[in-house]
């Protein structure tokens, strides 16, 4: 028995390095071009998001929805930083989350937000999940 669970603790962790590999962090494209993806497997209670990518054309932001897997997870947004050439673009800290919240109205903020064109930094912290589950974490901005 204990040879199954060393194969899959195996299995888990070069599904997380395949995942990894694969670049889940970079946005991917859907039909409209103003929609961003971020996607985020959660291993655990706690999580760090950082990237750095250039935004081309101004991006208008009216809503930033959050989608969790498994639909019923929930945890809190610590913090949320989008750093663009100017400054902060949009910043939001300690909101609780759940499947569908708009962290927009959520935060505080009026839509639209704007995304300058330039160099822009994507940071996210977050805790409070389930410690013995993966949780597939979405932030759509739209």
Excluded: W
Excluded at 3 to 28: H, R
Excluded at 80 to 99: R, V
Excluded at 102 to 121: F, I, M
């Amino acid at each position: 028995m204990s040879t199954l669970k060393k194969l899959m603790s195996s299995v888990k962790i070069l599904a997380i390095c395949a995942v990894l590999i694969l670049g889940l962090f970079a946005p991917s494209a859907m039909a409209d071009s103003s929609n961003i993806v971020r996607r985020l497997y959660i291993q655990g209670e706690n999580f760090q998001y950082k990237q750095s990518q250039p935004i081309y054309n101004e991006q208008e932001i009216n809503s930033v929805v959050v989608s969790l897997k498994p639909a019923n997870e929930t945890g809190t947004i610590d913090k949320i930083l989008i750093t663009g050439p100017h400054g902060t673009e949009f910043s939001c800290n300690n909101q609780k989350i759940k499947n569908g919240v708009d962290l927009v109205k959520s935060c505080g903020q009026e839509a639209p937000l704007r995304l300058e064109p330039g160099e822009t930094t994507y940071t996210a912290m977050g805790s409070g999940f389930t410690a013995d589950a993966t949780t597939l974490l979405e932030v759509n901005f739209k």
